[in-house]
């Protein structure tokens, strides 16, 4: 990862604080695949942990969200036991503990993890359980999104993913989700999970305006969601940013994945991000990380980069945090334990 003046970064540190879109699979380190891979008995190709680091993170060269989700392909191997999802989920809450994440919202989809034998139900009650253990451990407040996934044939699946959000809401668990392949799976065929979703009262936000443009993001708010994964490919489309704005729709930005994948044909760099764009027209953004791992980055790196390329106010950085707080899946109880905490950091760091 480039190393940033350190102005940028301290100024950074002042707001990276909430992180909302965040994947589990997309995050572990090297260490903790070879790790994984022997308390599960998993053959890897190389034990040498800079030729792991090559498998896990996305190349430079990377061509689109098909390309980088090939990166998913070797921690998904080695979480396919308990152990190895309860120590994932304990391991990243404790990395995001000294980082100095004050609330995060960590997602992966039960139904990947079940290749060998398991059910969804045992994997998400390893996922609560290494979630404990490490906030037990930590001052850091954290929760699980359940991700249902895009594919043709996987219907009983996503409805399984959605009854044991329902079946765990609350206890660390605190919403649904639609992750995959945004363009080969249309957002608007997976209507019948959401209406799913919506009869048992289950919190959700839904990937979409990724890959897909804004076919997908108006399916998304046909479906009811008050928060999206990306939604970048809106930055231009004055209709789609008013409707969004008019309904409090909360936008979950993730600046370097969304250039990894090449999401945005004229974003090539960082200082393309167009952030402004949505806070012009009063479009309610987060900034988040998406994948550490995949992406190379950390919260602190996402704001230090917008910073030093003059895509982002401090004004703005405030504001997203603000937005982080007010969309996240918290009781208002909770939001405003959240809010006095974030307020109390960023103003201490002034």
Do not use: W
């Given at each position: 990862?480039?190393?940033l003046?350190?102005?940028f970064?301290l100024?950074?540190?002042?707001y990276?604080?909430?992180?909302?879109?965040?994947?589990?699979?997309?995050?572990?380190?090297?260490?903790?695949?070879?790790?994984?891979?022997?308390?599960?008995?998993?053959?890897l190709?190389?034990?040498?942990?800079?030729?792991?680091?090559?498998q896990?993170?996305?190349?430079?060269?990377?061509q689109?969200?098909?390309?980088y989700?090939?990166?998913?392909?070797?921690?998904?191997?080695?979480?396919?036991?308990?152990?190895?999802i309860?120590f994932?989920?304990?391991?990243?809450?404790?990395?995001?503990?000294?980082?100095g994440?004050?609330?995060?919202?960590?997602?992966?989809?039960?139904?990947?993890h079940?290749?060998?034998g398991?059910?969804?139900?045992?994997?998400?009650?390893?996922?609560?359980?290494?979630?404990?253990?490490a906030?037990?451990?930590?001052d850091?407040?954290?929760?699980?999104?359940?991700?249902?996934?895009?594919?043709?044939?996987n219907?009983?699946a996503?409805?399984?993913?959605?009854r044991?959000t329902?079946?765990?809401?609350?206890?660390?668990?605190v919403a649904?989700?639609?992750?995959?392949s945004e363009?080969?799976?249309e957002?608007?065929?997976?209507?019948k999970?959401?209406?799913?979703?919506?009869r048992?009262?289950?919190p959700?936000?839904?990937?979409?305006g990724?890959?897909?443009?804004?076919s997908?993001?108006?399916?998304?708010?046909?479906?009811?969601v008050?928060?999206?994964?990306?939604?970048?490919?809106?930055?231009?489309?004055?209709?789609?940013?008013?409707?969004?704005?008019?309904?409090?729709?909360?936008?979950?930005?993730?600046?370097?994945?969304?250039?990894?994948?090449?999401?945005?044909?004229?974003?090539?760099?960082?200082?393309d991000?167009?952030?402004?764009?949505?806070?012009?027209?009063?479009?309610?953004v987060?900034?988040?990380?998406?994948?550490?791992?995949?992406?190379?980055?950390?919260?602190?790196?996402?704001?230090?980069t917008?910073?030093a390329a003059?895509?982002?106010?401090?004004a703005?950085?405030?504001?997203?945090?603000?937005?982080?707080v007010?969309?996240?899946?918290?009781s208002?109880?909770?939001?405003?334990?959240?809010?006095?905490?974030?307020l109390?950091?960023?103003?201490?760091?002034?």
């Open positions: 990862m480039k190393e003046n350190q102005d970064n100024l950074a540190s002042k990276a604080l909430i992180d909302l879109h965040l994947h589990l699979d997309g995050s572990l380190t090297p260490e903790g695949v070879v790790r994984m891979a022997e308390m599960d008995r998993v053959s190709s190389t034990y040498q942990l800079d030729e792991i680091e090559k896990l993170v996305c190349p430079d060269n990377c689109d969200l098909e390309d989700r090939k990166c998913f392909d070797l921690p998904i191997a080695v979480m396919q036991h308990t152990d190895n309860r994932s989920v304990y391991d990243l809450v404790k990395r995001l503990n000294e980082q994440i004050l609330y995060a919202e960590i997602r992966y989809a039960p139904q990947q079940t290749q060998k398991l059910t969804q139900n045992e994997v998400v009650v390893a996922s609560i359980e290494g979630l404990n253990k906030l037990a451990e930590c850091i407040k954290a929760n699980l999104i359940l991700c249902c996934m895009r594919a043709d044939n219907e009983a996503n409805l399984e993913t959605v044991l329902k079946e765990y809401l609350g206890s660390g668990v649904c989700d639609l992750a995959g363009a080969l799976f957002t608007r065929t997976f209507e999970v959401f209406d799913y979703a919506q048992l009262g289950v959700y936000t839904i990937h979409a990724e890959a897909d443009g804004m997908s993001m108006k399916s998304a708010i046909e479906f009811g008050k928060r999206m994964g990306h939604g970048i490919r809106s930055y231009n489309n004055d209709e789609m940013k008013d409707v969004l704005s008019d309904n409090n729709i909360y936008l979950e930005l993730c600046p370097k994945s969304n250039l990894n994948t090449k999401a945005v044909d004229e974003i090539k760099s960082i200082a991000y167009p952030i402004d764009s949505f806070f012009s027209s009063d479009v309610l987060t900034v988040n990380t998406d994948n550490l791992t995949v992406s190379n980055t950390t919260l602190q790196n996402e704001y230090a917008l910073f003059g895509a982002l106010t401090e703005q950085a405030r504001m997203s945090v603000i937005n982080a007010n969309a996240a899946f918290l208002d109880v909770d939001k405003e334990e959240l809010m006095r905490k974030c109390e950091r960023m103003n201490s760091l002034s």
